[in-house]
C-alpha cells in the first residue's frame, strides 16, 4: 500500500493554517522567507501566482509535498502590499472606501521525489471582489490603531475588525483570509489527498452582493 508523501504549509500564519485545518488533511509547517515585493510592472494575478509557488518550491524536500498561498489586494491594478505604518494603513483604508477592489490568492503544490528531483507542480489563483462601504475618518482612525491592519495586505482583515466595512463581497470569504478552499481542494484532490468537502455556507462564506 502506497503511503502520500507529507504535505508541509510553507506559511507561518494561522489564518492559513485554520483554513487548511478545515480540508482535514494532516500537515506540518515550515514558514519560507520569501521576497513579496512585486516586480516592476507586475500584475496582482501574476504575483500572487509567481509567489504562492516559490513559497512552495522553499520550503519542499525530498519525500514531501509542499503548499505555498500568497493573497494580494489590488484597487485599479495597483497593488496594496502590508502597510509600513499606521499612517500608510489609514491612507490605504481611505483609497477603498466606499470603492470595489479585488483580492488575489494563489495557492501551489510541489512535490519532491525521495531522490530529491523535483516531480510536479500545480498553482491555481481565486479571485474575490469586494466592496468596502463609505467609511468615516473616525472609524478608519480607530481601526488603525488597533494595530490589526499592520501584517494586512491592504491594511485590512476581513475576519476580524474590518467586517464591518464590507457592503458586498463576490467570491470565497477564504480567498480574502488568505487561503482559496476550493482552489486547495482541487489541487490536494489532484495530488492524491481526500479532503473534505468545502461548502460555503458551512465554512462560514460570505454571500453578500450590492
Known amino acids: 500500500m502506497s503511503t502520500l508523501p507529507r504535505l508541509v504549509l510553507a506559511s507561518g500564519s494561522p489564518r492559513r493554517r485554520e483554513l487548511l485545518a478545515r480540508l482535514g488533511v494532516a500537515f506540518e509547517i515550515r514558514p519560507t522567507d520569501t521576497d513579496e515585493q512585486p516586480l516592476p510592472g507586475e500584475a496582482p494575478e501574476a504575483l500572487a501566482r509567481r509567489l504562492a509557488l516559490a513559497k512552495a518550491r522553499a520550503a519542499a524536500r525530498p519525500g514531501e509535498i509542499a503548499l505555498g498561498a500568497d493573497t494580494d489586494v489590488a484597487l485599479d491594478g495597483e497593488i496594496f502590499g502590508k502597510p509600513r505604518d499606521e499612517e500608510e494603513a489609514r491612507r490605504m483604508l481611505r483609497r477603498l472606501s466606499g470603492r470595489v477592489h479585488q ?40 481601526y488603525a490603531a488597533t494595530g490589526e491592519p499592520l501584517d494586512r495586505a491592504g491594511a485590512y482583515a476581513i475576519q476580524g475588525g474590518a467586517a464591518p466595512f464590507v457592503a458586498a463581497l463576490e467570491g470565497e470569504l477564504s480567498n480574502v483570509v488568505g487561503l482559496p478552499l476550493a482552489a486547495t481542494r482541487e489541487l490536494l484532490t489532484r495530488f492524491g489527498f481526500s479532503p473534505r468537502p468545502t461548502d460555503g455556507d458551512a465554512e462560514g462564506e460570505l454571500s453578500r452582493r450590492p
Open 103 to 142: 483580492v488575489w490568492s494563489g495557492v501551489a503544490l510541489v512535490e519532491v521525489d525521495a531522490g530529491g528531483a523535483r516531480r510536479r507542480e500545480a498553482v491555481e489563483v481565486a479571485r474575490s471582489d469586494v466592496r468596502f462601504r463609505e467609511l468615516t475618518d473616525g472609524e478608519i482612525a480607530a
